[in-house]
Each structure stands twice: as structure tokens, then as C-alpha cells.
């Protein structure tokens, strides 16, 4: 069971993190650590300040929340003052990195509040206020598709490819690289580009041919895109 302490935790650098959310390195680098454009200088958008640190799992779980945003028309600055209001307000340190702030529904109101106290713009919005009671915006509802969460709320697992797939990143298995029931999917992706059949890599690795696939799918989603 995650705790909070595990949120803490020192789990990838930024271009191993970055490869898993399918983000681009710099993107990841630019929230976590902020940049310098000219004569202006950005914060970062997750962190309270720069650490150079490599990328906690709750920075990683934050990040994957992020991503949901990233097609939208508005700088991710914009999330700062709010992932820092969050903050201060839940007393939680990786504030998306929680069930409670998103799944409650009296700290939804919170949510709801400081959106409109922070100016997000309402295209960022995590809870929309519809048909007379507070819902989660669709990159939010995309998101808890990926994440589950301890009895604490922390969040314990991403499922990179939703909950259809087995594929799951589990900072206490298999030190948080994607598997299946605690087997890599880069080292069964290894077996079939090694000669392996689809049925003799389940074999082989005491999976299901359906997990196979399933590793395979998400090993060479980049290549596929």
C-alpha cells in the first residue's frame, strides 16, 4: 500500500519519466523545473521551487494529470498558482496526486472555488459546475481512468494505457518500469524481437497470450504512432 511517503519518493529521471507519460523531455523538465525565456523567468508548475531532483512518484502522477491538458490553448502556467493554492489549502503536498480533492464531493466545492479564486481559465477547469451540481471535466475523469488510490487516497498505481490493460507502473514492482503481474514489458517485448512466438513468450513469462499482446501494444505504441 502506498503512503504519502512514496510520493516522495525518487522514482526516474526526467527523459525515463518523460518516455513513460509520452511526453517530451523538455515539457516534463519545463513543469517540474521552470526555464528562463529571454528576460523572463518561468516557475515551475508542479514544484514549489527548482530542485534538479529527479522526478518523485507523486510529481510523476501529477505530470500524467497535466498531460490531459496539454492540447488545450493555454499555457500550463496557468495551473501554478493553482497546483500552489491547492497546496496551501489540502495541507497535501502532491495535491492531484490524491483521490480527495477530485472524487469527495465536499472537497470538489473546494476545487471549484479555487479555480475561480486562481483565474484558471475555465478550458483548465478539473470540476465544471453542469446542469446544477459540480462534475469532473473530461481530462480529470481520463485521468482517474489511470490512477487507483490507497485507503490514505495516495495514489499506489498508473495504468498508462487505462484500466482495459494490464500494463501497470507500481513504484513498489519492479522499480516502477511498466509490467504485468510483476513481469517487465520490456523484457517480453525482448523474447518476441528475439525470435519468441506470441504463445511461447506467455509460457515463457506465466502470462495469458492476451497480456503478451498487450505488452507488445505498449512497448511499441511510438513506433506505431
Not at 492540447?71 to 489540502?90: D, G, H, S, W, Y
Not at 503481474?181 to 492476451?210: C, H
Request: charged letters at 25%.
Amino acid at each position: 500500500m502506498a503512503k504519502v511517503s512514496t510520493l516522495d519518493r525518487p522514482m526516474y529521471s526526467y527523459a525515463e519519466a518523460a518516455r513513460l507519460l509520452d511526453l517530451p523531455a523538455a515539457t516534463l523538465r519545463w513543469w517540474l523545473e521552470g526555464a528562463r525565456r529571454g528576460d523572463v523567468d518561468y516557475l515551475p508548475v508542479i514544484r514549489p521551487e527548482r530542485t534538479g531532483a529527479d522526478v518523485t512518484w507523486g510529481e510523476f502522477v501529477e505530470a500524467g494529470l497535466l498531460r490531459g491538458y496539454r492540447q488545450k490553448n493555454v499555457p500550463l502556467q496557468r495551473m501554478r498558482p493553482f497546483i500552489a493554492e491547492m497546496r496551501e489549502r489540502t495541507g497535501m503536498p502532491y495535491p492531484l496526486a490524491h483521490w480527495r480533492p477530485l472524487i469527495d464531493h465536499a472537497a470538489r466545492k473546494l476545487v471549484y472555488e479555487i479555480q475561480h479564486q486562481v483565474d484558471l481559465p475555465s478550458s483548465m477547469y478539473l470540476v465544471e459546475f453542469e446542469g446544477g451540481q459540480m462534475e469532473l471535466a473530461p481530462a480529470a475523469i481520463q485521468f482517474l481512468d489511470r490512477v487507483d488510490f490507497d485507503a490514505g487516497g495516495a495514489a499506489q498505481r498508473y495504468w498508462p494505457a487505462g484500466k482495459e490493460s494490464p500494463v501497470a507502473i507500481d513504484p513498489d514492482i519492479a522499480f516502477g518500469m511498466p509490467q504485468i503481474r510483476g513481469i517487465r514489458t520490456e523484457s517480453v517485448a525482448e523474447s518476441i524481437d528475439a525470435g519468441e512466438s506470441n504463445d511461447e513468450a506467455a509460457r515463457s513469462w506465466g502470462l495469458a497470450p492476451s497480456d503478451i499482446t498487450a505488452a507488445l501494444e505498449w512497448e511499441h505504441r511510438q513506433k506505431a504512432a
